[in-house]
């Protein structure tokens, strides 16, 4: 790794409370050394009076401690109200946006942002268009191949975008414009009464024979496994990618965060920070099938 290589957290995909969302970021700030992250709600309109209050806060406290802070939109738009949360993020001139839904790229035409991986990003034409217009900085979809990587690099830098990748977390797969965890409550999405925070992770969901599968969180889809890139690291600042991204999950991301920096510094290998996240870290298999062109849930021996 070089020391362009920067680790960030994700947004909170999860309805956690306020003070648990407020107590980890100040964390953040005061215990890992993070070069950035991404503070908003992205998953459902209805959790964002829940947080909004303490945005100011949390982003005066990750400033302080030299953290780049961008506000992260709404991932699918479905009412007024979710275009009226999106309109109103986007109109503010004095922070950095992530756009997460192709609503977002119109309030954002012509202005400097960078765009989050629930955009399709997965071609060259696509990054261009979306250079030409003002992106600077794109996270790209967790599903996409390492070959696809050496391609999407190599076009960024004509571009002058910069290039990130998660590297740990659930995977997230689909939106709906149901929500399932409401609808696994005997809840309807409009009295879902917000049945998702009893679920810090995700609702895990399994198959008729009684596997685990995949994991609910209110409208959104994601992988039952964790996804742990740390292996593939070197290779991928190789093909183009400068940052890393962790997406929280409800165990000790303190931790997790110093494991992958310490990697990035060279303090430890990937080989030993892998074994310590299956030991401290999120309880679901890891896997890092989608990088390799293999099924998503799958984990592919490193070589």
């Not at 109103?88 to 119109?106: G, V």
């Not at 969901?205 to 959104?220: C, D, K, M, R, W």
């Not at 510094?265 to 896997?287: M, T, V, W, Y």
Request: net charge negative.
């Amino acid at each position: 790794m070089t020391a362009l290589s920067k680790l960030t957290i994700g947004p909170i995909l999860f309805h956690w409370s306020a003070e648990q969302k407020r107590d980890f970021y100040f964390r953040i700030a005061d215990e890992v050394q993070v070069d950035r992250v991404y503070i908003g709600e992205v998953i459902c309109g209805k959790r964002v009076p829940y947080f909004e209050q303490h945005y100011e806060e949390v982003a005066r406290r990750l400033s302080a401690a030299d953290i780049d802070v961008v506000y992260s939109t709404l991932s699918e738009v479905m009412i007024r109200n979710d275009r009226q949360i999106v309109a109103k993020l986007c109109a503010d001139e004095s922070i950095n946006i992530e756009a997460n839904d192709a609503s977002a790229l119109k309030y954002l035409a012509g202005k400097k942002h960078a765009v989050g991986p629930f955009l399709n990003v997965y071609n060259e034409w696509t990054m261009s268009h979306l250079a030409r217009n003002g992106t600077t900085h794109i996270t790209l979809p967790p599903e996409l191949p390492g070959q696809a990587m050496d391609t999407l690099g190599a076009k960024s830098k004509d571009l002058g975008v910069t290039l990130e990748a998660q590297v740990y977390g659930r995977i997230p797969l689909a939106l709906s414009a149901r929500c399932y965890h409401a609808r696994a409550h005997d809840r309807v999405k409009d009295n879902c009464q917000l049945v998702c925070e009893e679920d810090p992770d995700g609702l895990d969901l399994s198959t008729l024979a009684g596997e685990p599968f995949l994991t609910v969180n209110g409208i959104q889809t994601l992988s039952h496994t964790c996804l742990n890139l740390v292996h593939e690291m070197n290779g991928m600042q190789a093909k183009g990618i400068s940052a890393f991204r962790l997406s929280p999950q409800s165990h000790n991301m303190i931790e997790t965060a110093q494991l992958f920096r310490r990697v990035l510094n060279k303090e430890i290998d990937a080989a030993e920070a892998s074994a310590r996240l299956a030991e401290n870290g999120l309880d679901a298999p890891f896997s890092n099938g989608f990088y390799h062109q293999e099924d998503g849930c799958r984990w592919v021996e490193n070589q």
